[in-house]
């Protein structure tokens, strides 16, 4: 099953869901450090090996290499998924591409195991707003809409959720590493 059908279902703990995240991130930083950024990480793109338990990162069909010249996409050519895009996907801008994209998806992922729901609401029938959101976005912190959430946990996830992609961690190992630490 995918972590997706899992959330829905309630058939997985918060504890189980962060360390499953915290596996996911770091393999998320290892394609960081091989150049590659996949561009569409979202639960559904999770799967859950129902044996070992352990977690599979699938569906690279929108991963780039961070050095390649040229791409399959043209400049302008919004990726992603709205609910875990970030600002910068969202404007198309392909030279500002990096690892702090995929940090937000997994910022995203930690904001709805954390709230039960995506940091920017998308509006499935009108796709400018939506990309207008996310670009223009204000995330409320998962701990004020939740005082049990610790305060740790909702400092990690909201620097993933930063505007600038700058100020989010740089590639998702340091998320992974900040994870195994909490």
């Not at 977690?55 to 040229?70: N, S, Y």
């Not at 204000?138 to 990690?156: F, G, K, Q, Y």
Request: glycine share 8%.
């Amino acid at each position: 099953k995918s972590l997706h059908q899992l959330l829905n279902e309630h058939a997985i703990s918060l504890g189980d869901a962060i360390t499953k995240l915290r596996l996911i991130a770091a393999a998320i930083g290892l394609a960081h450090e091989s150049g590659i950024i996949h561009r569409d990480l979202k639960p559904a793109n999770i799967l859950i090996d129902h044996l070992s338990g352990r977690p599979w990162v699938t569906d690279f069909g929108l991963a780039k290499f961070l050095d390649a010249e040229h791409s399959l996409t043209a400049a302008g050519d919004v990726m992603g998924t709205p609910g875990y895009m970030s600002p910068e996907q969202a404007s198309g801008e392909k030279r500002a591409m990096s690892p702090a994209a995929d940090v937000y998806a997994l910022g995203a992922i930690l904001y709805r195991l954390l709230t039960g729901r995506t940091p920017i609401v998308s509006d499935a029938g009108n796709i400018a707003r939506t990309i207008q959101l996310i670009q223009e976005h204000d995330v409320v912190s998962p701990r004020s809409m939740n005082r049990a959430i610790c305060p740790e946990l909702n400092t990690l996830c909201m620097k993933c959720l930063e505007t600038d992609p700058g100020r989010r961690y740089p590639n998702a190992r340091l998320l992974s590493e900040d994870l195994e630490r909490f």
